[in-house]
């Protein structure tokens, strides 16, 4: 069997169909998609992308599969997958999935389009699949669409670990392999053997330092939150399609940025780094409810309202939302004396967990540096915050 | 200047007074201590010794200090502090602290009277130092003990690290460069600098983390009890002096119980790790009180009295309490907004750390395999657990 | 002082100096010029960049210059051109080398220009630098030059562990601590101090075990020629000067060669990894001298004559020839017997790698699949290979 | 399926056999050995033994025979040998093996008696294996005892990558997962399949530097030879047999050596690290091809001849001759061109090993640090060293 040498899991076996599929421009394209997208601007080291993190996840799904003991064309589907799994994502991955879901009504794991027609759905069927059944588990339907996308799926046990090994920040190093072999099936559920609990504390608390720490850094946000508004823009002042949009890679988009006048100025800062500024970081008991649900069309009424009371032209602020606190790990299952339990009913570390995430919580409001003190003052009058 | 391979620091530099310690058979002797004394029984690489963790401890003072910008002979005192902290252990490290402190009334990090004479004295003066100053700082006294032994010391920054590479359990691998980078003093307080919440909730989390898994696993406790009992028998039993007892090696220990009749059968459970089995595992909430604080003497009637109830040899039964749940590092102090403010008071992450320390916690009643139902009927009688 | 998170270094300090510089598009511009280029097809986690490697170049720098005892403006200069080293590199690293090399006449080192004038050259002067003196320092010109590019160079060290953590090759993984540690100055030159000669063969073998499994693999070559040619025809078919070629990122490039119909072809393939293949892939034995040695007209006129005695269109027939083998690391000085000596004086491994690295040697000749066969009996007849 | 633990290969996977052969005595004896014996006292990390070692080879073992499609009883034995192949190693492993073979006749390998009788026979045949087919793998016997002793087997993978992870020398870190999967029978000879070359030399490459930096470390062998004396002294001196000497541990046999008169103050050298020092460290070249091929009784007479000459106690001359250089992987076979072939008639480098082997070898005159000037005086003229 051919292998690739990967950064985290060391030597990873690729099957024929996995082989078939990464020869696919469909995946060579994640090679030019960064999985952390903006975190780059803060860890420098992070530049490692949904290429191979897809390779990684497919390992974990073979491994996964092996100790589950699924097998044959079931654990064939799982892998393609597993494999698959981010084909459907935008350039910068989820920085342009607000813009995506918007134009096109699709999220990122709705990959019936992709795989059910063209060279994906031919690789598939030459191998014997159903594609349909494919983009299916993708999206984390039926019984093993648990292990693709889920609570306890192989895409966090890759992620975390491979953020935490290219940023150099070792919070995501969880304990994947214990995490593997702790999966089975009780029933139709997918859920962790006893003795687990712990193991399952691990990746929550993995997860909420990751966000503190890596995923939610102001840097990536405010980079984030740039890069967003000029994807918008770009896709208004030009006559490029929304599917066009969602199919760049990272570099095929800063081009496009280059090259539109209205988003220039926009994909220099970015290249360069030289970034609007936080003008405001609230808490969330700061921030009055409205705004923490606002969405999309409000924060832009908010954007322009704010930028009017400053006095400075509408596209300087920025206000960047990241909705409610959420923790969907919590419902991970572990069997506990021989019963199947919610682990946050079983675990009080859960509910420290959810209020560490609620305190880390900020709304930002960012602004060109010069003009920090006219946009800090106008947006706590325009949104209502507490001082 | 010379340097020393260390398989987690790598390259530690040893200036010359540190070369002058390791040469005494002080600390020579804590080669012949293995860190984490039973739980290699369950991590069978965690064969670590305090006499490398001594020389990763002092590495992390040398840096401390360094960043920290203490210079001279408070740092070299600081540095020789930390290469001596763990000198005044006995056998087995603290799997052996509760028999030394009983009959000799002192805790292991009182070196004072190790330090202020003999051969670790002579070493000190010559290089200038006050041994009384350097015992001082061994215990934590002062503005520099801090580094030393307190909520942010070196200690524990390079026990868990260590504890993690060498058990192959990742919980542990706390972020310690930016910790060491983070320290500050605040008047006469050793803090962290602002932007550092979840670095200290990093350091509490892999604390919980490696209880549940390493520190506590309960294969270890039970090795732990065997060994602690055999002690006292062992200086019940012979002429052994408490103060020679406190001062062998781990072999020479297990030699010592070999070659006394009534410790004999023990040495060999401990060596072929043939082990006793809980015949009680139970939870705070099923422990009355009073077993959850009892003293020795307490537990030793228990022993007896359930030994007694379920007519087995009174030696053949170990009752292990581990005391009332405690988290010391939840009074790091964390700069945050310019204030000094407890880690408690600003993380809500700390009280549900709190919550998991005591839903880990468990009183263990250990006995031979074959004896395990009678004791656990005697003991849930004799200790009024609730079933 | 501020910090960046490193994969290979953990927590590197940062200077002001150094965080000014960083600071400026020129070095920005290396966040987006891949260390290896090319060899992310073969190695996919191989995404490291310029920019995270000069960082970690300037922390051994100031490492080395800890330990030598270089202090204040001198140090200061080093670092600098640790930092810069690379900001005279084309986009695609060395891949372009050669093109900027016969358009431009300077080699990637030679960066006086770029630091003596403009932003990076007012940085350095508003730190109290000379401009001048940290260009010479990154051509390694001088006493303290030999830190920044010679055979013990800090460059070198970081590169090789650094590739081996993000390709997941362990070659490699040199002692780099121990290495820096054994720097010493005898009169002006920059020695290894007594008992390192396994420390420098140790060096020298992970040179020729990564040259044969990362650096000269066949794919990371095949597309590596490929992208040379297509830079020549983008130069020679457009008005793009070779100036602003050589101030180019990785995509920028990339997209100049997608836009320009002559070499629309060839970006297509590199971005698909849809590469040629090997018609021939010979021996030094098998390969005439002349062919060894030919400069880059000959190659160009043998890929003409091959082409047209295989009947296929010229573009599509490239020879690679990497040249006459070498190994300058081999006159790395160690002091023995307290006398300073040449490497390959003293240890008998020199040869056996140099010979290694002669029996690694290949000659390729690409082209695409569909026409290897007459590709492969033309190129044997036009260059003489012997079969 | 079980799992340990292990700080190299992570989560290893136990089968039912080898959880009942790690619970006989035989097996956590092997706790009690240290894996590198007199290494710790220049690593101080280095404290692994030879039981994490034997889970590691039983884990590559298992991996081996899925790879190469060894199923059923033959992998079972193939695993049983794996985890059983170091029980015949004496105290301090290799440094007992002289005392051992001369005493008893037998080498660590010729396991057939410990095998095929009593605990480790009924455990074997309880899972329906031949204790003395398992044996004869241990030994390198048949087809597949290749896996187990020969020039690619398991062990040697483990055992270098081990000591590098443990002592921190990255030279050992080979790329064990590519070795494992180039595994492959030419008829009934184990070969690396086509490509592999490098993956050969770099597992030579990695044993010549781990040898001149660890296993040959100088204070590591004036250790060995201080014990080797001190256990035939304890067997002269005592009514031990040399049987029971066989089957001890380490500690015991540090505790035994204690208790001899004859040999505590050895005992307290080699705890307290009070060594002897060299007096002569002389290389291929200024040795008598006479000494070079000295047996243990010529050493002896050596010995007693320099002491006699230098006029101090026949007890404090140690000569310690390696013998003749030698390095059995240069057997390794490789697939090349579809041939097999002799790594050392294909990779030139094997010659530039054996040379570095041959300049790595010393002879060690070892005496107490008073009277190292006689010594040496003496040792050159018995020895007739060329100076």
Redesign the interface.
């Known amino acids: ?1 051919k ?6 899991h ?2 990873v ?1 690729v099957c024929d169909l996995a082989a078939d599929l990464l ?1 696919t ?1 469909e995946l ?2 994640l ?2 998609i ?1 999985q952390l997208s903006t975190v ?1 601007l803060v ?7 949904r ?2 993190h897809s ?1 990684g996840v497919y390992h974990l799904a073979r491994e996964a599969c092996s100790l589950l003991g699924v097998e044959g064309d079931r654990a064939l589907a799982v892998r393609a997958a597993a494999l698959l799994h981010d084909v459907g994502h935008g350039p910068y991955g989820h920085q342009t999935e607000g813009i995506i879901e918007r134009r096109l009504g699709r999220h990122h794991d709705e990959v019936g389009d992709l795989l059910t027609s063209g060279r994906l759905a031919a690789v598939l069927e030459r191998h014997g699949l159903d594609p349909a059944e494919v983009a299916a588990l993708v999206e984390g339907r039926g019984r093993l669409g648990q292990l693709v996308a889920g609570e306890l799926d192989v895409d966090r046990m890759d992620y975390l670990v491979r953020d935490a ?7 995501g ?3 994947h ?2 995490l ?2 702790a999966l089975q099936f009780r029933d139709d559920d997918l859920v962790l053997s006893a003795g687990n609990v ?1 193991t399952a ?2 990746t929550l ?1 993995a997860r ?2 990751m966000n ?2 890596v995923y939610r850094h102001h840097v990536s946000r405010i980079a984030g939150a740039m890069l967003e508004r000029a994807g918008e823009r770009l896709l208004d002042a030009t006559d490029l399609l929304p599917e066009e949009f969602a199919r760049m ?4 988009l ?2 496009a940025l280059r090259d539109c006048e209205a988003t220039a100025d926009a994909a220099r800062r970015l ?3 030289d970034l609007h500024k936080r003008a405001v970081w609230a808490k969330l008991d700061a921030v009055p409810r409205a705004v923490v649900t606002a969405d999309r069309d409000d924060v832009r009424a908010f954007e322009r309202d704010i930028a009017s009371v400053a006095d400075v032209p509408p596209e300087s602020v920025l206000v960047d939302t990241p909705g409610e606190p959420s923790m969907p790990e919590s419902s991970t299952r572990v069997v506990v004396d021989g019963e199947v339990r919610r682990l946050a009913d079983e ?7 959810r ?2 995430g ?3 919580w900020r709304l930002g409001v960012y602004a060109p540096e010069e003009s920090l003190p006219e946009v800090e003052a106008a947006a706590e009058r325009v949104l209502g915050l507490a001082t």
Chains 1, 2, 3, 4 share one sequence.
């Open positions: 069997m292998a690739i040498k990967d950064s985290v060391d030597h076996p020869d421009p060579q394209r090679r030019h960064k780059r860890y420098p080291s992070a530049n490692h992308t290429f191979e390779l090994h290219h940023t150099g920040v070792p919070y190093t969880i304990d392999s214990r593997l072999a712990q504390e691990g608390v909420t330092l503190a720490t890679t990272d570099d095929r800063l081009g290249e360069r780094r675990s009080p570390l859960v509910e420290g967990l209020a560490a609620r305190s880390q």
